[in-house]
């Protein structure tokens, strides 16, 4: 992260992001899997919990980074290009902590909290 932002400051957007793909690249194949296979086990519990019925169920990715840019519409764009579902929280994490009271409130909310500190592997 430390790269990209240095390169943000010295050679704009474009070359950031270019140094940013270097990084992350090679396991955005990997994090679609990851997702694609979270939301095959949620839509199966979903469904023994509304006795097999998996038609009426519709899990949903809602895409969250710290701050809630560039990198949360990288992902989002990515994961709707795959064909999956998602929503960004606006605001990053401040935003997912006050919409999170939200989402706790529905009826059978199911929630999965991925936390961590910078640089632990979330993405892998």
Not at 98 to 117: H, I, M, N, Q, T
Request: net charge positive; with cysteine; hydrophobic share 35%.
């Amino acid at each position: 992260r430390h790269s990209v932002g240095l390169t943000y400051k010295q050679q704009g957007q474009h070359a950031a992001v270019r140094e940013g793909l270097k990084h992350v690249g090679p396991g955005l194949e990997k994090m679609v899997e990851k997702v694609d296979a979270a939301l095959s086990e949620q839509l199966k519990r979903m469904a023994e919990r509304q006795g097999g019925d998996e038609q009426s169920t519709t899990p949903q990715v809602i895409v969250s980074c710290w701050r809630g840019g560039m990198r949360s519409a990288s992902v989002s764009w990515l994961l709707s290009t795959c064909g999956i579902d998602n929503k960004i929280v606006p605001g990053g994490y401040k935003g997912f902590r006050r919409d999170s009271r939200l989402l706790f409130e529905a009826k059978d909310a199911a929630v999965a909290v991925l936390a961590g500190r910078t640089g632990v592997g979330k993405t892998e």
